[in-house]
Nanobody, 115 residues
């Protein structure tokens, strides 16, 4: 059974930083891509950032230059460093892993940016 355990969410003032982590456990033969999505109240879930097994990254336009995704293959962990946070970044952030042609989701972690 595959599990994704997220951590690092919380509340921060505008301009602050947070680092999200997502650790993958269980039986996955090959991870193809890892990423982060977010969903604000009343809105759809959107891609924030993604990183492939080869290290290729892509970001939503709204977070380019502020967020950085990275992964530790040895630990099966993906990170999202979020800097210069804005109130519009407030959302539940979900980790996603594509492995063995299946898609897995974490339980979500709340990020709140407010003064």
């Amino acid at each position: 059974q595959v599990q994704l355990v997220e951590s690092g969410g919380g509340s921060v003032q505008p301009g602050g930083s947070l680092r999200l982590s997502c650790a993958v456990s269980g039986s996955i033969f090959r991870i193809h891509a890892m990423g982060w999505y977010r969903q604000a109240p009343g809105k759809q879930r959107d891609l924030v950032a993604k990183i492939t097994s080869g290290g290729t990254t892509n970001y939503a336009d709204s977070v380019k230059g502020r967020f950085t995704i990275s992964r530790d293959n040895a630990k099966n962990t993906v990170y999202l460093q979020m800097n210069s946070l804005k109130p519009e970044d407030t959302a539940v952030y979900y980790c996603n892993v594509i492995g063995d042609n299946l898609s897995y989701w974490g339980q979500g972690t709340q990020v709140t940016v407010s003064s």
